[in-house]
């Protein structure tokens, strides 16, 4: 299994440009999220998805758009890039029903926003 | 609502040294508690949870944790540091009767010198 997958690893927008963040996931996961990460703030979610069709908003979800056509895919859109965008971006992936399981993390993609 | 702290940015320890990092957590329900690493441009890695049962739990790479319900922690522990135990490490908490959504803590960067 390749896990959990994303493109592009970095990423240079200028103000105002759109762009989306891939994230695919081969474990045939149910739950998939996206998260920054900012320095001394940890991870903060963005959006999350409990499987195809069904999209929610987490803790900083301005700027940006989900869908989740199918339950390998969670592309993450950035409307109208900012400067403020300009960070880490995580996608991970996990089961869902008893609320046990584990999530399993993409190795990020790293967005600069001019 | 749900949140995590660890208390220090940094942790500086001698190599052969035990560690701890300290994380304590706020959750409304029942705490699924977990503790993931990042080595320098790369993912999350998991390395342990508590979800019930034992409250010291063993996890990869020797770290082991401690969930303490009346204090509200769950301490990351070794008995003994490498060198290749640096990186930046996270706690996360979430409601065990409210889904998938996982908060985590600012990150406590780990430091071991030879």
């Known amino acids: 299994n390749a896990g959990v997958t994303q493109t592009p690893k970095f990423q240079v927008l200028k103000t105002g440009q759109s762009m989306t963040l891939q994230c695919a996931q081969d474990?045939?996961?149910?739950?998939m999220s996206w998260y920054r990460q900012d320095p001394g703030m940890g991870l903060r979610l963005i959006h999350y998805s409990v499987g195809a069709g069904i999209t929610d908003q987490g803790e900083v979800p301005n700027g940006y758009n989900v869908s989740r056509s199918t339950t390998e895919d969670f592309p993450l859109r950035l409307l109208s890039a900012a400067p403020s965008q300009t960070s880490v971006y995580f996608c991970a992936s996990s089961y869902t029903g008893a609320g046990r399981e584990t999530q399993y993390f993409g190795p990020g993609t790293r967005l600069l926003v001019l | 609502a749900q949140s995590v702290a660890q208390p220090e940015d940094q942790v500086n320890v001698a190599e052969g040294n035990p560690l701890t990092v300290k994380c304590t957590y706020s959750?409304?329900?029942?705490?699924?508690l977990f503790w993931y690493v990042q080595y320098p441009n790369r993912g999350l890695q998991f390395l342990l949870k508590y979800i019930t049962g034992d409250n010291l739990v063993k996890g990869s790479y020797g770290f082991e944790a401690e969930f303490n319900k009346s204090q509200t922690s769950f301490h990351l522990k070794k008995p003994s540091a490498l060198v290749s135990d640096s990186a930046l490490y996270f706690c996360?908490?979430?409601?065990?009767?409210?889904?998938?959504?996982?908060?985590f803590g600012g990150g406590t960067r780990l430091m071991v010198k030879p």
């Open positions: 996360a908490v979430r409601d065990g009767n409210a889904g998938n959504m996982l908060t």
């Open positions: 474990m045939n996961h149910e739950y």
């Open positions: 959750v409304s329900g029942n705490p699924y």
